[in-house]
């Protein structure tokens, strides 16, 4: 009865256009006013403070802050130049372009949607400028904006090592090769596309005095990714620790290395994060007793058991929960769906005898794929408000980074030392 009506309420207020924090809350009150718990209302706001009180997701507001503050000293232009040196003389080659810099750019601020928009900004008009689609434009940008939530820091990993008690650090290093794996896929779909069509490349050879100064000048924000792992990796400090060091790292670049960051730019950068923190922390505080409610009513065990009695091997096992967090992913953005599935399908995961990092992977990956998917796909709507161009226009042309992630994940799910050798080497 309990499970009945937490679930009930939460898809009538979805259905109702209620946003999905308040869908949470009132489903959670819905299920302790006509189940059988026997707790208060109280009780309530109790887990939803509990929910909000770790120290590790302390460390959110600091990355967002630095990436904000990193990309208003003028990164992203630095980062574009250095990738056009190597790339931009392929066969559409600032596709490619677009890749390297969403990935270097994924390790400073660990957010796919900053990173998308950030991106979005700077590529979309130089690739249209220079004779590409821009439809195809804003489809790599939407697709390379995933690479956020993978490459190291990452929010979501964060909060995936929060739901689930697994080593952050742990994370941020299984991220690295999954990370490479699926920028590389998304390049050679880029590129696939670009000779197909006949896109442009850069003819001209630059002399090598000037991709030397243009290395010189983005090497401050290529060493900040580096800072923040091996400060981690090494013990020298915790996640929330080394997110501190990357803000003061983030003001002295961009202050004094770039001189582009201003007194004036502090206030919007902190409001940023403030905006981008305060609807991560709130989804995670009232999901604490969402998730509470379901493990005591013991689903997680329930599904588990479901599907044991099926005799399913662990890949398909796998298939079917790669299969639940694309269909959940079509509708519930990223952190939502994470909080709901990840206390539910882990376990499975585990029983079927799948590894944690390689677990977590497969979870951000699969669930960062909706993120350039319709309905919901917030990375879509980021890119065609930016290029002004509808959903429709934007999604065809999204179709071979559609495929592209599923060969990913499927190497995921088929090689286990993806995500898990890195973290074994360096002692996680």
């Not at 809350?25 to 887990?47: E, R």
């Not at 994370?171 to 920028?183: D, Q, R």
């Not at 009513?297 to 890949?315: F, N, R």
Request: proline share 6%; net charge neutral.
């Amino acid at each position: 009865m309990t499970v009945l009506a937490l679930f009930l309420a939460f898809i009538v207020l979805l259905l109702a256009g209620i946003p999905i924090v308040w869908a949470m809350s009132g489903a959670s009150i819905v299920a302790l006013l006509v189940g059988d718990l026997s707790m208060p209302l109280a009780w309530l706001a109790q887990q939803t403070i509990r929910g909000a009180d770790s120290a590790t997701l302390s460390s959110i507001p600091l990355f967002l802050l630095a990436g904000e503050l990193m990309n208003r000293g003028g990164l992203t232009r630095r980062i574009m130049r250095i990738a056009e040196h190597f790339l931009g003389r392929f066969r559409g080659g600032l596709g490619l372009v677009n890749v390297a810099t969403a990935f270097v750019y994924g390790g400073l601020t660990g957010s796919a949607t900053a990173d998308t928009g950030a991106v979005a900004k700077v590529m979309i008009p130089a690739m249209e400028e220079r004779g590409y689609p821009r439809a195809f434009a804003a489809a790599v940008t939407a697709a390379s904006g995933t690479l956020g939530i993978i490459v190291p820091p990452s929010v979501i990993l964060i909060l995936y090592g929060v739901l689930t008690n697994t080593s952050i650090g742990g994370l941020f290093v299984a991220g690295l090769i999954p990370g490479v794996l699926l920028a590389l896929t998304f390049m050679v779909t880029a590129y696939v596309v670009g000779v197909r069509e006949n896109f442009p490349k850069v003819d001209e050879r630059l002399p090598l005095r000037q991709l030397l100064r243009d290395f010189g000048y983005a090497l401050p924000a290529l060493l900040m990714p580096v800072l923040v792992l091996g400060a981690i990796v090494s013990g020298f400090a915790t996640a929330t620790e080394a997110a501190a060091v990357s803000v003061l790292y983030a003001l002295a670049a961009g202050a004094l290395v770039y001189r582009e960051l201003r007194w004036r730019d502090l206030l919007p950068a902190i409001h940023e994060a403030v905006v981008t923190t305060g609807s991560v922390m709130i989804i995670m505080a009232v999901a604490m007793p969402f998730g509470w409610i379901l493990t005591v009513e013991q689903v997680p065990h329930t599904v588990a058991g479901w599907i044991v009695d099926m005799h399913t091997g662990p890949l398909l096992t796998m298939l079917m929960i790669v299969l639940a967090l694309k269909v959940v992913g079509f509708w519930l953005d990223l952190g939502p769906a994470m909080i709901i599935l990840a206390p539910i399908l882990v376990p499975i995961a585990k029983a079927a005898g799948f590894e944690p990092y390689q677990i977590g992977l497969i979870f951000t990956v699969t669930l960062g794929w909706g993120l350039f998917t319709p309905p919901i796909g917030t990375n879509i709507f980021v890119v065609c408000n930016i290029a002004r161009l509808s959903i429709g226009e934007v999604s065809w042309r999204l179709v071979p980074f559609w495929i592209a992630t599923a060969v990913a994940v499927a190497l995921l799910v088929s090689f286990p030392s993806l995500s898990g050798w890195l973290p074994r080497l360096l002692g996680y």
